[in-house]
């Protein structure tokens, strides 16, 4: 499809469980981006990647959580041993670069259950 | 830091009524400013943006907003709702020119549209 796709869109897991989430960006957009939405916390950021460059990792909340992606397109968030206060819908855009102004465009999201 | 403000988290109006929501920001200078959408199970979807200029902006679906320097706020309005305009509404600021792209997004506002 055209836009930014993402998978499972529904995930439930067990408290201490690894899971990993994906995210396939709009073709030929070099800016990557996952945000957490939580209830009580409204979007958060968590990484941004701009081609080859190093990732962003400022709103990582824990070093549990990890980024990566791969040949500049499909990325994938992971999550160590899922705590609880991990539920969220996590949602990946993308831009077709990194300044401020260019439109985000933003996938679905992925449901994680954590119980 | 830049921070953002919806202070009304449900807003509930009648079909073909008008509607305004609130968005007030903290930052340093004129950031650039955004409106997005969020229906039942879908991701965000951009409104508007505000960059420079006139302050008044239209966007997309009938919706535009206006940007007051001195009351920093950046508050949307549609001058007749319609029954599909019922979703979750988030104002977010950038910094201008910024690479990296990371929107602050406020805590949302649910609005419920009475037939």
């Known amino acids: 499809g055209a836009g930014v796709s993402q998978s499972p869109s529904n995930k439930v897991t067990e408290k201490g469980k690894d899971v990993e989430l994906r995210c396939d960006p709009i073709?030929?957009?070099?800016?990557l981006y996952w945000y957490r939405q939580s209830l009580g916390q409204g979007l958060e950021f968590l990484i941004y990647?701009?081609?080859?460059?190093?990732?962003?990792k400022s709103g990582l909340p824990s070093d549990r959580f990890s980024a990566e992606r791969t040949g500049g397109s499909v990325s994938t968030l992971t999550i160590q041993r899922t705590q609880q206060e991990d539920s969220a819908v996590y949602l990946c855009?993308?831009?077709?670069?990194?300044?401020?102004?260019?439109?985000?465009?933003f996938g679905e999201g992925s449901w994680l259950t954590v119980v | 830091a830049q921070s953002v403000t919806q202070p009304d988290i449900h807003i509930t109006v009648s079909e073909g009524a008008s509607l305004e929501l609130r968005c007030n920001y903290s930052?340093?200078?004129?950031?650039?400013l955004f409106w997005y959408v969020q229906s039942p199970g879908q991701g965000l979807q951009l409104l508007l943006k505000?960059?420079?200029?006139?302050?008044l902006v239209q966007g997309i679906k009938g919706f535009e907003a206006e940007f007051k320097r001195s009351q920093s706020s950046f508050n949307l309005r549609k001058p007749s709702v319609h029954w599909s305009d019922a979703a979750e509404y988030f104002c977010?600021?950038?910094?201008?020119?910024?690479?990296?792209?990371?929107?602050?997004f406020g805590g949302g506002t649910r609005v419920l549209v009475k037939p």
């Open positions: 855009a993308s831009s077709s670069d990194r300044y401020t102004g260019n439109t985000i465009y």
């Open positions: 073709s030929g957009h070099t800016a």
């Open positions: 990647f701009q081609g080859n460059s190093a990732p962003d």
């Open positions: 930052y340093g200078a004129t950031p650039y």
């Open positions: 505000y960059f420079s200029g006139d302050t």
């Open positions: 977010a600021v950038g910094a201008p020119k910024a690479a990296g792209n990371k929107l602050t």
